[in-house]
């Protein structure tokens, strides 16, 4: 009954995709049902990442659409028909392909792009983006700790990162160190395999626990300067990349939310209590219609900065709206999805409590919502109320 009622999308965003890229989505969306969804709980619940999936992930071919010719509009749908299946899997994606491959599109060198670039968009090699640390999330920027040393052809690496998703078994990492030399920021290519190198999974999480989080340690290693990103000599690099997978963030609480308004509308409407379908009390309806306007609303802004991306205008205030608006949506859309459930909403049986664990991790990473909106805020007022 439910699949032929209208979709979270009310309004019909998807229809402003290229006739091409909605028949692409329409094969995320068969490949997700197929081959995610019936499995994804089963997975965050045994905190383990599915391996076995990734030859026929790769097999969708969008590793970074936008370098394909893609729209940044269909871009973010395909990340946000990711999440709505599993939060997890979806931000496997976007750390390995649109942090560490675009991370090679943009600043690899030739050399570096020859060895590696293919593989890592075929997903036979894996990659991770290594910038927090234990000390400094928000203000690493300034506080970055992990040091670079140049010795002739190699440099030294020391220090420590954490929360690195795909941490534990990616091949290589795209590393953030500070040049003692000059103290400015570079970018490196890490073997993860390298001597020097610990990786230590990260446990007890409530939320993306298919996510193989990781701390790393760094211990005198050296890294050849060849596998040193050229073109990055300034943190203004990493905001390029941040720019894009933070917008990208923003299409997860879209995600986060068509999965809550998909789950809890089926809920209510095969739930029977007190001789009818809950979901013709007033008041779950009134919730339902909320969860659908929230996402509406967070689908129109990301739209709208897609298309701003398009025309080269998006810039870090937008980032930050985009993804504080969108996450701050989704916490009361996810937080009506669990209370229509009642009980059941606390239990991964029914797919809600994963659902609503989940966007507590996307509430806070890629700059918490407070950090986001001071950044819009500064651009409001023109006064920084941070550092």
């Given at each position: 009954?439910?699949?032929?009622?209208?979709t979270?999308?009310?309004?019909g965003?998807?229809?402003?995709?290229?006739?091409?890229?909605?028949?692409?989505?329409?094969?995320?969306?068969?490949?997700?049902?197929?081959?995610?969804?019936?499995?994804?709980?089963?997975w965050w619940?045994?905190a383990?990442?599915?391996?076995?999936?990734?030859?026929?992930?790769?097999?969708?071919?969008l590793?970074?659409?936008?370098?394909?010719?893609?729209?940044?509009?269909?871009?973010?749908?395909?990340?946000?028909?990711?999440?709505?299946a599993d939060?997890?899997?979806a931000t496997?994606?976007m750390?390995?392909?649109?942090?560490?491959?675009?991370?090679?599109?943009?600043?690899?060198?030739?050399?570096?792009?020859?060895?590696?670039?293919?593989?890592?968009?075929?997903?036979?090699?894996t990659?991770?983006?290594?910038?927090?640390?234990p000390?400094?999330?928000?203000?690493?920027?300034?506080?970055?700790?992990?040091?670079?040393?140049?010795d002739g052809?190699?440099?030294?690496?020391?220090?420590?990162?954490?929360?690195?998703?795909n941490?534990t078994?990616?091949?290589?990492?795209?590393?953030?160190?500070?040049?003692?030399e000059?103290?400015?920021?570079?970018?490196?290519?890490?073997?993860?395999?390298l001597?020097?190198?610990?990786?230590?999974?990260?446990?007890?999480?409530?939320?993306?626990?298919?996510?193989?989080?990781?701390?790393?340690?760094?211990?005198?290693?050296?890294?050849?300067?060849?596998d040193?990103?050229?073109?990055?000599?300034?943190?203004?690099?990493t905001?390029?990349l941040?720019?894009?997978?933070?917008?990208?963030?923003g299409?997860?609480?879209?995600?986060?939310?068509?999965?809550?308004?998909?789950?809890?509308?089926?809920?209510?409407?095969?739930?029977?209590?007190?001789?009818?379908?809950?979901?013709?009390?007033?008041?779950?309806?009134?919730?339902?219609?909320?969860m659908?306007?929230?996402?509406?609303?967070?689908?129109?802004?990301?739209?709208?900065?897609?298309?701003?991306?398009?025309?080269?205008?998006?810039?870090?205030?937008?980032?930050?709206?985009?993804?504080s608006?969108?996450?701050?949506?989704?916490?009361?859309?996810?937080?009506?999805?669990?209370?229509?459930?009642?009980?059941?909403?606390?239990?991964?049986?029914?797919?809600?409590?994963?659902?609503?664990?989940?966007?507590?991790?996307?509430?806070?990473?890629?700059?918490?919502?407070?950090?986001?909106?001071?950044?819009?805020?500064?651009?409001?007022?023109?006064?920084?109320?941070?550092?």
């Amino acid at each position: 009954m439910t699949s032929q009622l209208p979709t979270a999308d009310f309004l019909g965003f998807e229809g402003l995709l290229a006739s091409h890229e909605r028949e692409k989505l329409q094969d995320v969306r068969d490949f997700l049902a197929k081959e995610v969804a019936p499995c994804a709980t089963e997975w965050w619940n045994r905190a383990e990442f599915p391996h076995k999936i990734l030859p026929k992930l790769a097999g969708l071919g969008l590793s970074t659409p936008v370098q394909q010719g893609y729209s940044h509009l269909f871009s973010g749908l395909v990340i946000a028909e990711l999440t709505r299946a599993d939060t997890s899997i979806a931000t496997f994606f976007m750390v390995h392909h649109d942090l560490f491959v675009e991370a090679l599109h943009t600043f690899g060198s030739e050399n570096q792009k020859t060895r590696l670039l293919q593989d890592a968009m075929d997903l036979k090699i894996t990659g991770a983006f290594a910038l927090t640390e234990p000390l400094h999330g928000s203000d690493v920027a300034g506080g970055m700790e992990t040091t670079a040393t140049r010795d002739g052809d190699t440099w030294i690496i020391n220090g420590a990162k954490r929360w690195i998703g795909n941490g534990t078994f990616c091949d290589y990492m795209l590393l953030w160190a500070r040049d003692t030399e000059t103290g400015g920021v570079r970018g490196f290519i890490l073997d993860a395999t390298l001597p020097g190198v610990t990786r230590t999974a990260i446990a007890h999480k409530i939320a993306l626990r298919t996510v193989q989080n990781a701390d790393i340690t760094l211990t005198d290693v050296r890294i050849a300067e060849t596998d040193r990103f050229a073109g990055i000599d300034s943190f203004n690099d990493t905001r390029q990349l941040l720019l894009g997978s933070r917008i990208l963030v923003g299409w997860q609480a879209v995600g986060q939310q068509l999965a809550a308004f998909d789950v809890a509308r089926q809920y209510a409407v095969e739930r029977h209590q007190f001789g009818r379908p809950i979901a013709g009390f007033q008041l779950v309806q009134d919730q339902l219609v909320t969860m659908m306007g929230n996402t509406t609303a967070s689908l129109a802004v990301m739209a709208r900065v897609a298309h701003l991306r398009e025309e080269g205008a998006a810039d870090m205030p937008q980032a930050a709206f985009a993804k504080s608006f969108t996450t701050g949506r989704m916490r009361e859309t996810v937080a009506l999805g669990r209370g229509i459930l009642g009980g059941n909403g606390i239990v991964t049986d029914f797919r809600m409590a994963k659902i609503f664990a989940d966007a507590e991790a996307v509430y806070t990473y890629e700059g918490a919502y407070e950090i986001n909106s001071l950044i819009v805020g500064r651009a409001l007022t023109g006064i920084s109320a941070f550092a």
